[in-house]
Every structure is written in C-alpha cells, then in structure tokens.
C-alpha cells in the first residue's frame, strides 16, 4: 500500500508542476519552454492551455506566427466555455484572421463571451451593434453592452457611453449622464473624454459651469495630442482670471490617471 501511495504522490507531483511551468515560462518569455509544455496539455483537452497556445501562433511567440493554429486552439478552449478564447475567437472573425471575414461569426463569440462578464466581449459587441456590424444597428443594445463593460472600467466603453448618453443615441438625451461617463474615463487617461469634458463643464452642460475645470480637462487633452483643445483651452484663458488659471495649473499638476477600477 505505501509503494502504491507514493507512486500516486509521484505522479501527481509530475502533473501538478506542468501547469506552473508553462505560465512561469511565459512570465519569463521563455516561449519555446513554454509551448514545450503547453503542446501535451491542449492534445489533452485542457482549455487554459488550448486558450494560451493559441495565443503563441497569433503573435508568433515560440512559433512560426500561424493565424489558422491560432484559429484552431481558440475554438477547441472557446467550444469548452472559455471566455478569454471566445472573445479571442470573435476578434479572429471580426478581422478576418486565419478564418473569411464574419461579423456574425464574431458576435456569436462576443456573445457568449460577454454573458460569461468578461467585459472585453462586451465593449466590441456594443460596438458591432453600435456600428450595425454582424447584427442590425441598435443603439439601445449598444447602450446595454457599453454599460456593462464601462462598469468593469472599460474606458472606451465609458467614453463612448458618454456619446450615447450626450446625443441620446438608444437613451433619452441626458448631459448629467454623459458628464459622468466622461469623467470616470477622462480619470483613466481617455483623451477624447478630456476634451469633451473640458466642453461640457466651459458650457455648463450636465454640470455646474466651471471653466478652471474646463481648463485643466482641454489642458490634459492637448497634452494627449488634441489639437483642438489647445486651441480651446487658449480661447478660455481669456476669459479667466489669473487666479482661476494658477488654480486649473495646480489641479493638472496634482493630477495622476486611474487605474481601471480604481
């Protein structure tokens, strides 16, 4: 009994160390070691390392770049429910990569994908249908799924449910909302949020006017390379006192970006 015991020990220390090194190993780039480990556990139907291989022939890490293997790892881990390869299966079909361009092919797997929460799916399965990519325009849709990934701090799902919330695109038109979604991107460093920040708060739209503010958004935003708000921000500095611009320079100074979620 003990000779069986320990033999069972043995092999479950052989087994458990595989799934350690292989993630080790792509910690450390070492992608050759990693697919060496990787390759035996997909064959065996584990969806973590089908996901992960797939992923060394998309960017070509370890292996000769191969979009058709990639295609293939990632359906075999996404038919098993994985979201992260769902998602990656949808991206191969969206862009036509290793697979005939299809957008309905692409929002099958975003689907599944997104009501598994994972918030990637659901930012680029808003914008199919903010786009009509896949599936009739809907903005309303668009509406549900960019909220869902603006929640988990998707900053482009924040930003672009600004837009909706601004223009009343699958909502009633509400600046309050827009404003909002605009600062909790805007916080993470989303420029075109900074600017349209910096508009609404010089026209007082959703939020009391205030142009120390506005001055400081349009300066983080031409900081970011929008030449429009520099421009902006030059116009509305004549508007000011110098104490409003030394105050507006002391809130960009102290100023740092999010992180998502923060």
């Known amino acids: ?26 910690n450390k780039g070492d992608y050759a070691a990693a697919r060496e480990e990787l390759k035996p556990l997909a064959q065996r139907g584990d969806a973590e390392a089908q996901y992960n291989l797939g992923r060394m022939y998309n960017k070509g890490q370890g292996v000769p770049q191969n979009d058709e293997m990639a295609v293939r790892w990632f359906t075999k881990a996404a038919e098993q429910g994985l979201a992260e390869a769902q998602f990656s299966l949808g991206w191969m079909y969206q862009e036509g990569r290793g697979v005939p361009q299809n957008y309905a092919e692409a929002i099958k797997w975003y689907v599944k994908a997104a009501e598994l929460g994972y918030d990637k799916a659901q930012y680029n399965l ?22 869902k990934a ?28 827009a404003a909002k979604w605009y600062i909790k991107a805007a916080e993470q460093g989303f420029a075109n949020a900074q600017f349209n920040l910096g508009m609404m708060y010089a026209k007082g739209q959703g939020m009391p006017q205030n142009y120390v503010k506005a001055y400081m958004w349009w300066c ?43």
């Not at 929640?151 to 038109?173: R, T």
């Open 1 to 26: 009994m003990k000779k069986i015991v320990f033999i069972m020990l043995v092999m479950l220390g052989l087994c458990f160390p595989l799934w350690a090194d292989y993630k080790e190993a792509i």
């Open 126 to 147: 808003g914008l199919m249908y903010n786009n009509g990519q896949g599936v009739q325009q809907n903005y309303a849709e668009a509406v549900k799924w960019y909220t």
């Open 150 to 177: 603006a929640e988990q701090g998707i900053a482009n799902a924040q930003y672009n449910l600004g837009l909706m919330n601004y223009y009343g695109q699958g909502v009633q038109q509400n600046y309050a909302e």
């Open 220 to 262: 983080l935003a031409a900081a970011r390379g929008i030449s429009a708000a520099k421009a902006n921000r030059d116009d509305l500095a004549k508007l000011m006192t110098p104490a409003q611009v030394s105050e507006a320079h002391k809130l960009i100074s102290a100023w740092k970006p999010k992180k998502t979620g923060e």
